[in-house]
């Protein structure tokens, strides 16, 4: 990479991470970390996504866009992207850096409402970037219960967590449960799950 390439990558990244620390200052609830996801662990969570599919990729909580980038680099058409994101703020960055990809303003707990403008629409695969150790146990299940209901027996939910447990646990429903990956080289290191439902009933 070139001196001037390098220092444009520098100074996104500085924007990426003042415009995401502001956000975590207005509603660290919603943000739930300190730092945007780095560029490592978002290729590692997109890496789950099958573009070939035919199928819409759903990503959640997607921030400033750092995984949003990752989804689009395994080859997802950018109109083949629902994005649902919480936080205003994020929302505009997002709508003006992707203007093909479909920004969706709205809670990723209440999908039916905010998805209502797609009535019956399947997915490929999820990749979530929603805080769940911000939210009690009975309302982690019940989220992945409703996106696994969104995408074929099999494929994945990816979802990123800081702490060392899966943040939704085995055993209480229909899914299975499988760690991914521990990544140190994110701030704080994160640990992916993958939650698919069982391929036979």
Do not use: C
Request: hydrophobic share 40%; aromatic share 10%; no cysteine.
């Amino acid at each position: 990479m070139s001196t001037t390439g390098m220092r444009k990558a520098l100074a996104e990244r500085f924007d990426e991470e003042i415009r995401f620390f502001k956000g975590w200052i207005d509603k660290p609830k919603a943000v739930g970390a300190v730092m945007p996801t780095s560029s490592v662990t978002a290729r590692r969570m997109a890496s789950v996504v099958d573009a070939s599919s035919g199928l819409p990729v759903l990503e959640l909580g997607a921030g400033t866009g750092v995984i949003t980038k990752a989804i689009l680099q395994r080859g997802v058409r950018p109109e083949n992207l629902f994005s649902i994101e919480y936080a205003e703020d994020f929302v505009a960055h997002l709508r003006q850096r992707f203007p093909e990809v479909r920004v969706i303003k709205g809670d990723a707990f209440d999908l039916e409402h905010t998805l209502e403008a797609y009535p019956g629409i399947r997915f490929d695969s999820v990749v979530s970037g929603v805080p769940l150790l911000n939210f009690p146990t009975a309302k982690r299940v019940q989220f992945v219960e409703q996106l696994l209901d969104l995408i074929p027996r099999g494929r994945p939910i990816m979802q990123i967590t800081y702490g060392p447990l899966s943040p939704v646990p085995p055993k209480r429903g229909n899914y299975t449960v499988e760690h991914y990956d521990f990544i140190v080289r994110n701030l704080p290191p994160a640990q992916l799950w993958v939650y698919r439902r069982p391929l036979q009933a």
